[in-house]
């Protein structure tokens, strides 16, 4: 029993030393001088973001990532979020793990590890677009999310961002639609002589229908556009030839962005799925639960209705075009933000398009040494995804 218990204890410390050495904890700094700009969380309070400076030969190279979480489209869904990490930076934990594109090691994260890298937390509930002056006395409520960017920016760009020599701006989900409805301007608040580019990792939302055939995301974020005032926020390449709800769509408006993007996304988006393609409002018997809490679950009837949306996505990213300055890594799975955890971004069994990884595309595109724009083969052909079951 003795050596087994030895042998136990022997692998419970390999497993732990993994765990600590593919993720680390960062403090959170609040930028409390935003205030003073109305740039607040949905509360009132200061923003915050966890910042791991860099090093060595990447000291003037910036990463600058954006949280994700979701929407609130009206004051209801606002006041829910307002009391928690996603509307109050006093709700915030005050480390966050660093992983995968964070890593700052070269081991982890090639291409990245000496950059200065910041994550955002995400406390507007617009993905960082919206500027209504007029505070409701009665909600509390600050619609401030493009004010709180501009402090955010303007505040790494006094702690040397503006001698930044690369930047790339970047996020995951909602915050993944920030660094695409905000790639531009980020590129105009940086000095001329840097490198710039994006780098939008599962934030490709699309304008789908649901399972009933009703479309439930175009309103919602209607409303989220036109609660939060995100509007002037926009592109107004776009928001001249449509309304501004239908240019917070990606597939809308990526055609106007001049700054070279990438683009991370799977083409089954467990978010979409659940949220898009079977809400609980087009599926009030919960006929889709188990199928979109584990693909493999999914009958054949439904797997059918996935791959009508996996292909309804790959439309929706024709306009995203084919310029050597954008790259594209979409493959099949069931997944959903692949860059800021370690098995997703690099690891010897992370997901593979043509023989590559995520953190190897992402690195070649950024530094021009290869394009890349890569779709998957439909599922389930792709051996090497991490397909993510839902508790």
Known sequence: MREEGRWIYLILVGLLSLLTTEAYEVGLT??????????????????AYHMDKGFGAGVNNWLVFFEGGGWCNNVTSCLARRDERLGSSKKMLTTETFSGMFHNKPKYNPDFYDWNRIKVRYCDGASFTGDVEAVDPKTNLHFRGARIFRAVIEDLLAKGMKNAKNAMLAGCSAGGLTSILQCDNFRSLLPATTKVKCLADAGFFINGKTIIGTSH????FADVVKTHGSAKVL????????????CFFPQNMVQYIKTPIFLINAAYDSWQVKNILAPG?????????????DITKCSPAQLNVLQGYRREFLQALTGFGNSPSRGMFINSCYSHCQTGIQETWLRNDS???SNTTIAKAVGNWYYDRGT???IDCPYPCDKTCHNRVFE
């Open 217 to 220: 995301i175009e309103g919602f």
């Open 281 to 293: 409002v087009a599926d009030r018997k919960g006929t889709w639960r188990s199928c979109k809490l």
């Open 235 to 246: 592109s107004p390449a776009c928001t001249s030839r449509m309304s501004p709800g239908l």
């Open 30 to 47: 609040f930028l409390n001088s935003a205030v003073a700009k109305g740039a607040v969380c949905l509360d009132g309070s200061a923003p």
């Open 351 to 353: 997901p593979l398009l």
């Open 372 to 374: 890349f724009q890569k």
